[in-house]
């Protein structure tokens, strides 16, 4: 790769993840309906051509967007986990309830808060939107295959045990959205589903 290809491939790069986080931003402000291309264009300032070249089409940058989100947010769960545990972690071993825990804890904090309620936006408007569906959908297997690794190795191996882990956390940030949870209510729930996940609660 010459110098010059390899400086547009990182300008490229750059761009893509300037309209990505923009997306997001907009996403959370103004809602679906208020994040157009136009839009993102502008506040990223950006020409319309360049965000058009980058993404064809408003659905396939906001699910792009949301997917960069859920990505970002899986590594900050995934990278804090190994620094607060991942040195005492033993790959062959049932996940203690520290370790459970925290990642729990983490999880919930992800699945949570007015970007979260931006993903639920696509989900509304998926239901009777084929074309977003067809994209959002795709998108959604891969973050919710990741959720379900990371609920395998600091969690639950039983594969039961991760899908009710993943609707707790779901529903949860859900009900949340209008009417947040009090924190000691938060804390109690996921403490008392790690006791059951784990057995009654005894650390490893």
Known sequence: ??????????????????LLDTTVACLAELGY?????????????????????????RDQMVVAAVEHLAQQRLTHVQNSLAIRIGDSLDPSAQPSRPAALAALELLAEALSGPLY?????????????????????????????????????????????????????????VSGML??????WQRDVLERWIDTVVGGGVAG
């Open 1 to 18: 790769m010459t110098a010059g290809v390899q400086d547009r491939h990182v300008r490229a790069v750059a761009t893509r993840r300037l």
């Open 117 to 173: 309620g931006a993903t639920l936006e696509l989900w509304a408007a998926a239901r009777t939107d084929e074309d977003l569906r067809r994209q959002l959908v795709p998108a959604e297997e891969r973050v919710h295959a990741e959720l379900r690794e990371v609920c395998r190795v600091w969690i639950t191996t039983d594969p039961v045990l991760i899908q009710l882990t993943l609707d707790l956390l779901l529903g949860r940030g």
């Open 179 to 184: 009417v947040p949870h009090p924190s000691k």
């Open 33 to 57: 309906a208020g994040t157009t291309g136009p839009a993102v264009a502008e506040r990223a300032g950006l020409s319309r051509g360049a965000q058009l070249h980058h993404f064809g089409t």
